[in-house]
């Protein structure tokens, strides 16, 4: 069974711009959750979605958004871009709730 | 408020020389304790799932074990491609919702 996908893998971005993260869950997992990483913060929650539905949010301006299609597939935006966007984003599958999540390998985003 | 704390931050191993890493715990309802293992610049790799007191779980050189307030991750006569932060989560009881708090990690160096 294929992993959890992540596109792009890397991105270089300037200040002020967007950028659209995508993630494809592992086939059958209905959650998806989004993480950001920076050294020494440790994992950090945005959000997660189940059933194309936000069920819970993480501590992170409206600058961050994200959604989830009817085929579990999820995108997270972030509008006006600020240099201390510079993580790896990760994104996480589940197939409910409660169940272990399975993390994909991320998107490196650099903030110029 | 619910916390996970992980010790030490760092830890360094002769190979061969086994020890133990340390998770924890306060939460209000214990739903599940997970361990993960990350390489630098990836995502984090499921190892283990607990759910009450007095389980354990094994997988090559690793054992996960669980008490009340908290877990150990064993490693026995470590190699040096053990070398990884290893992350510690806790799901408590959050009704409908997850909520899973994070740990910092552990980050472990074998030397050969």
């Known amino acids: 069974k294929a992993g959890v996908t992540q596109t792009p893998r890397y991105l270089i971005k300037t200040r002020g711009q967007q950028v659209t993260l995508s993630c494809s869950p592992i086939?059958?997992?209905?959650?998806v959750s989004w993480y950001q990483q920076t050294p020494g913060q440790g994992l950090q929650f945005l959000f997660e979605?189940?059933?194309?539905?936000?069920?819970n949010k993480g501590n992170f301006p409206g600058r961050f958004s994200g959604r989830q299609f009817s085929n579990s597939r999820s995108e997270m935006n972030v509008s006006t871009l600020e240099l201390g966007d510079s993580a790896l984003y990760l994104c996480?599958?589940?197939?409910?709730?409660?169940?272990?999540?399975?993390f994909g390998p991320g998107t490196r985003l650099l903030v110029l | 408020e619910d916390q996970v704390t992980q010790s030490p931050e760092a830890l360094r191993l002769q190979e061969g020389e086994s020890s133990s890493l340390n998770c924890s715990y306060t939460?209000?309802?214990?739903?599940?304790l997970f361990w993960y293992r990350q390489d630098p610049g990836k995502g984090p790799e499921f190892l283990f799932t607990?759910?009450?007191?007095?389980e354990e779980k094994e997988k090559e050189r690793l054992k996960a074990t669980l008490t009340k307030k908290e877990s150990f991750l064993h490693i026995t006569a470590p190699k040096p491609e053990d070398s990884a932060t290893y992350l510690c989560?806790?799901?408590?009881?959050?009704?409908?919702?997850?909520?899973?708090?994070w740990g910092l990690g552990t980050s472990l160096a074998v030397n050969p």
């Open positions: 979605y189940f059933s194309e539905t936000q069920r």
């Open positions: 989560a806790v799901q408590a009881n959050a009704g409908n919702n997850r909520k899973l708090i």
């Open positions: 086939s059958g997992h209905r959650s």
């Open positions: 607990l759910y009450s007191a007095g």
């Open positions: 939460v209000s309802g214990l739903r599940g």
């Open positions: 996480a599958s589940s197939f409910g709730l409660e169940e272990t999540q399975y």
